[in-house]
């Protein structure tokens, strides 16, 4: 559904909490107070923009309103036993989930893919030469996408070394050990793609290369010296989706515009929940 009204307050809001809940992961208070509701007055006010949008989206399908969707499909499930169906706050917390960790990761890739493209331009050359190529001048559609290989490669090698999700971590529910470290039961276990998707055993040497990523060389790779989308059950439920927009998102507007970083820009890292550039990307936008 369009989102296209409450946009900038949406922007606002998911940056305040990003910002956030980063910081608490900072302090050992941050910590304690973790998944409680946010006492400073900011985050608080954000959390209500945020209930207002997905409740008033549940209120509207519930009505009859918009199409058929994901959300008509959590409001017709119903309990195998109870026979019930979500309640509202069941449904929130879904909506909120596939809202947030379905724009701002995306978002994010994407942001990184035209830094890298705009600091790397031969890589940027070979993408309008193979769009210029499939497309002509036609926009691409889903069909396209297994012949733009070059298009997918600068994606997944641009989330290598930007991975939106930059780190995620699970608390250990019993002792355990992992490869030769203690793990005491109740201990939070961190796992970054950042830096493993940087390490010089398997990703030599450390420049932007998206030929890194053909089928051939992604086999001598173990499974997880890559896992942008994470891992295991908790694999990102919508990692094909978030494949097929980007890629299309970056074959549409590269076949039309080039985006230059503003001279003397250096973008910096703002490691939040996401990987985001710290106030943003002013890049010029010229015509291909
Ligand atoms: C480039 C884009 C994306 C990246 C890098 C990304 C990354 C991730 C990662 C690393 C996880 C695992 C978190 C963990 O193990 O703790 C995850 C989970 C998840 N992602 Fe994504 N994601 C992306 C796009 C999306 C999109 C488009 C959607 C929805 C439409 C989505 C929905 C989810 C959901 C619902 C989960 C939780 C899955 C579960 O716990 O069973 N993500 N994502």
């Not at 499974?223 to 890629?247: D, H, K, M, S, V």
Request: charged share 25%; aromatic share 8%; hydrophobic share 40%.
């Amino acid at each position: 559904m369009d989102i296209g009204g409450p946009a900038d307050a949406l922007s606002e809001a998911v940056t305040t909490l990003n910002r956030y809940i980063s910081a608490q992961f900072d302090s050992p208070i941050g910590l304690l107070l973790a998944g409680r509701p946010p006492l400073r007055p900011g985050p608080r006010r954000a959390l209500r923009t945020l209930d207002d949008i997905v409740f008033g989206i549940i209120r509207t399908r519930r009505a009859g309103g918009g199409g058929y969707d994901l959300l008509t499909t959590l409001l017709e499930l119903r309990d195998e036993e109870t026979g019930e169906g979500m309640t509202d706050r069941q449904l929130r917390d879904e909506v909120m989930t596939l809202l947030l960790a379905g724009h701002e990761t995306t978002a994010n890739a994407l942001a990184w893919t035209w830094y890298l493209l705009a600091r790397h331009p031969d890589v940027a050359e070979k993408l309008r030469a193979e769009l210029g190529a499939v497309l002509g001048t036609r926009p691409p559609g889903v069909d396209d996408l297994p012949r733009l290989p070059w298009t997918r490669m600068i994606i997944d090698e641009a989330m290598r070394l930007y991975p939106p999700a930059w780190f995620v971590s699970r608390r250990a529910r019993e002792d355990d050990e992992i490869g030769g470290y203690r793990i005491p039961a109740g201990s939070n276990v961190a796992l970054s793609p950042w830096v493993t998707h940087r390490h010089p055993a398997f990703w030599p040497p450390e420049t932007f290369d998206p030929a890194r990523f053909t089928p051939e060389r992604a086999a001598t790779r173990p499974r997880f010296a890559y896992f942008p989308f994470g891992g295991g059950p908790r694999l990102c439920i919508g990692n094909t989706f978030a494949l097929t927009e980007a890629q299309l998102v970056l074959a549409t507007v590269a076949s039309r515009w080039r985006l230059d970083l503003l001279p003397g820009h250096e973008a910096e890292l703002e490691p939040l929940v996401t990987l985001r550039p710290r106030g943003g990307l002013p890049m010029r936008v010229r015509r291909a």
